[in-house]
């Protein structure tokens, strides 16, 4: 397996950190006026999402990880699992509830979203940026108010609550942007 | 590439800001009498420091990482006072506050002991930033206040502790010279000169360098080297410069075991330096300045993207 230099550290490189694949999300540079230079890097352990800040001697090496994103389709959720497969060779993977996580809100049967594989499992899911789901459950809308502010919660489908306009009624299909977890729009159906 | 790519990086008017500044610097050294010069860029061989990396030139040699070899050459031929506004070049250095090719302020005064340098230093300084006050720390004190440990006496276990307790480290191992300016670069600086121009004095003797050695007030053997901090930056490395070419040999030739040690390239030492320093070097002090951090300082920056026209990209 390949490995990275410190000065080849860059934001978006997957590698392995005391036995858990991460990925850098800033390298910094430092060196005191004479002696030895560092390397400040901050990494996302991609196993627990948590962010930590190590100090390498600049030179120093990290293996590669094996991880790759893989866009798939979510098929269903079994109740222990969710699965998922690639729309080009049918293959199929599942992913623990716990792997998954909040991803799930926004996952609805036959929509696309990216799977981590790391090692060939899924290390986590992230849905795509914007999805159209359905509100399945709301206050009755308040008609011709499109103008005025004002918003209550509606929750969709996926089981995801949103905060929506008071025009938008049960039943209607709105779009969400998943990475801010906000109403955008409404989908004319 | 985007069809904007062209433009320069930082402000036209921080580029105005800066060549001010640089017509203050040489207006200030025309007064006090010292003479500009220039010396190569490229060199046959360049400098032995295991933790300095210079650019080869294939068939010509090697971009130089400081005019330091240079200037004591002509210093020994009789210059008096010198310095010099040099480009030089460091590979593998790349960061906020680093650039591979950066602009170096380099000047030795004939006759300064290292405490006049530092006044001259502290003048300098003040060009560019406005007048700021001085303090001075010993770099022992430093680390008994701030670390509670003697820097110069302590265990490497202790100093491998203090490192442990402040940084989250991705390594064990590390000679006592590393711990020590791990602490120093990432515990200590950044909170020296918060809001004055602090020297730091009296480094541990294996970091001397070029300088010479003295005894301390407590009657250990140090450095006679001193570093300019302010913001959290670190800004300058002076020297009483060292005389002794036996001692300047010895040196260079333990670097040189540290390169064979570390796998580095092997350099050739710069015998001419040595034979100038043989022939005779007048007593005198010499500081090394990075410029661009100085005019970073001085418009307000904690980027040098905003004080140099074109950058190298980034390495992200």
Redesign the interface.
């Known amino acids: 397996m390949a490995s990275y230099s410190t000065?080849e550290f860059?934001?978006g490189l997957k590698v392995m950190?005391d036995g858990d694949p991460c990925m850098i999300l800033e390298?910094?540079?430092?060196?005191?006026?004479?002696?030895?230079?560092?390397n400040?890097?901050k990494l996302r352990n991609l196993k627990t999402n948590r962010v930590?800040?190590?100090?390498?001697?600049?030179?120093?090496s990290l293996e590669s990880a094996d991880v790759f994103d893989c866009e798939m389709q979510y098929l269903y959720n079994d109740g222990d699992f969710h699965h998922f497969m690639e729309p080009e060779n049918f293959e199929q993977h599942q992913a623990s509830n716990s792997t998954v996580g909040d991803a799930a809100l926004w996952l609805k049967e036959q929509d696309l979203c990216t799977v981590t594989l790391y090692n060939g499992t899924p290390l986590a899911v992230t849905p795509l940026n914007f999805v159209e789901l359905e509100v399945v459950e709301t206050e009755p809308g308040v008609r011709g108010d499109t103008a005025t502010g004002g918003n209550k919660p509606a929750r969709l489908s996926t089981g995801a609550t949103v905060k929506v306009p008071l025009f938008v009624n049960q039943g209607e299909i709105i779009r969400c942007d998943t990475r801010s977890g906000e109403y955008v729009s409404r989908v004319k159906g | 590439m985007s069809t904007e790519d062209w433009r320069p990086g930082a402000p036209l008017e921080n580029l105005r800001r800066r060549a001010q500044i640089l017509a203050r610097i040489r207006a200030y050294f025309a007064a006090a009498q010292v003479l500009e010069v220039e010396t190569p860029q490229l060199c046959p061989t360049t400098v032995t420091?295991p933790?300095l990396h210079s650019m080869q030139v294939p068939g010509h040699g090697y971009l130089q990482t400081s005019p330091e070899y240079a200037m004591k050459r002509l210093l020994a031929a009789g210059s008096g006072s010198i310095y010099q506004i040099a480009r030089v070049f460091r590979a593998?250095?790349?960061?906020?506050?680093?650039h591979p090719e950066f602009t170096m302020l380099e000047w030795y005064r004939v006759g300064f002991t290292l405490d006049q340098l530092i006044d001259d230093v502290a003048a300098l300084a003040c060009l560019a930033l406005g007048e700021t006050r001085c303090v001075r720390h010993r770099y022992r004190d430093l680390f008994r206040t701030r670390l509670g440990l003697d820097p110069l006496r302590c265990s490497i276990d202790e100093l491998r502790a203090a490192a442990r307790r402040y940084?989250?480290?991705?390594?064990d191992e590390?000679d006592r010279?590393?711990w020590l300016?791990?602490l120093?670069?990432?515990v200590i600086?950044p909170t020296l000169g918060i809001d004055t121009l602090s020297f730091v004095v009296d480094y541990p003797p294996s970091?001397a360098?070029l300088a010479r050695l003295h005894l301390d007030a407590e009657g250990q053997v140090v450095a006679s080297r001193f570093?300019l901090y302010h913001r959290g930056v670190?800004l300058a490395?002076g020297y009483h410069e060292l005389l002794d070419a036996d001692e300047q040999r010895a040196r260079f030739a333990a670097d040189l075991r540290e390169r064979a040690a570390r796998g580095l390239p092997a350099i050739a030492i710069d015998e001419p330096l040595l034979a100038a320093l043989k022939s005779g070097l007048p007593d005198c002090s010499g500081v090394a300045l990075g410029l661009d951090r100085l005019f970073m300082l001085a418009v307000g920056s904690d980027s040098l993207r905003e004080v140099i026209a074109f950058s190298p990209p980034e390495?992200?």
């Open positions: 000065n860059k934001s950190l390298n910094e540079f430092v060196k005191p006026g004479k002696g030895q230079a560092f400040r890097v930590s800040e190590k100090t390498f001697k600049s030179g120093d | 420091d933790h593998d250095e790349m960061g906020r506050r680093h940084i989250d480290l991705a390594f590390a010279d590393t300016e791990l120093m670069g990432q600086e970091q360098a570093e670190e490395n390495n992200r």
